[in-house]
């Protein structure tokens, strides 16, 4: 998520003159964005050695594994706990949120591009958007042999 965030920027108009701690000043009426993927893949310090490439099982300090993926302050992603589990901002839990573990379970039930139907991308927006994914199911089988059987269920 850090390496290939979905929102490529975040765009702020500033309502009054301000100065950055790095000294840097805003003034009112300018427009200010943060370059989602730069500000995630360019610090070792942060993020580790070449924090560009993927690696699910890098160390990371004492920052957010997600980088800026879901923002900062007082608009922080209010859903970004049900994505990486857990109310810690370093994610520092076994559990997985309510998306992943949805995920697992479409992947677990076989859950495959359809090769007679390829994703169509939005031709509309410049993000990677699609209009359409077509899936496939074709472990229901293996599914419904893992459950429990109806005997023992509740
Ligand atoms: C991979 C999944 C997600 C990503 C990468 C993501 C990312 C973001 C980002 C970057 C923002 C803007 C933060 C800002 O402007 O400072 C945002 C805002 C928001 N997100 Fe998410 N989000 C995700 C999933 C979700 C989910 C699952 C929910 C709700 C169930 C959700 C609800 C919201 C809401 C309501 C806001 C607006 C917050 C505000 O403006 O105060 N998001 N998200």
Redesign the pocket.
């Known amino acids: ?1 850090r390496v290939a ?3 490529p920027a ?1 765009l702020r108009t500033a309502t009054e003159d301000v100065t950055l701690t790095s000294g840097r000043t805003i003034k009112a009426g300018e427009h200010v964005a943060i370059l ?1 993927i730069p500000a995630n893949t360019k610090e070792e310090d942060l993020f580790g050695a070449e924090p560009q490439i993927f690696n699910p099982h890098r160390e990371v300090g004492k920052v957010a594994p997600w980088g800026l ?12 706990p ?2 990486t589990g857990g109310r810690s901002m370093r994610a520092d839990t076994e559990i997985d949120g309510s ?1 992943v573990t949805v995920a697992r379970g479409l992947y677990r039930a076989g859950m495959e591009l359809d090769p007679d139907s390829p994703p169509r991308l939005d031709p509309a927006t410049h993000y990677n958007n699609y209009v359409s994914v077509p899936v496939r199911f074709s472990g229901a089988k293996a599914v419904a042999t893992a459950a429990r059987p109806a005997s023992e269920r509740q």
């Open positions: 998520m965030a979905t929102v975040r989602t993926t879901f923002g900062s302050g007082s608009h922080t992603c209010p859903g970004r049900l994505v998306l």
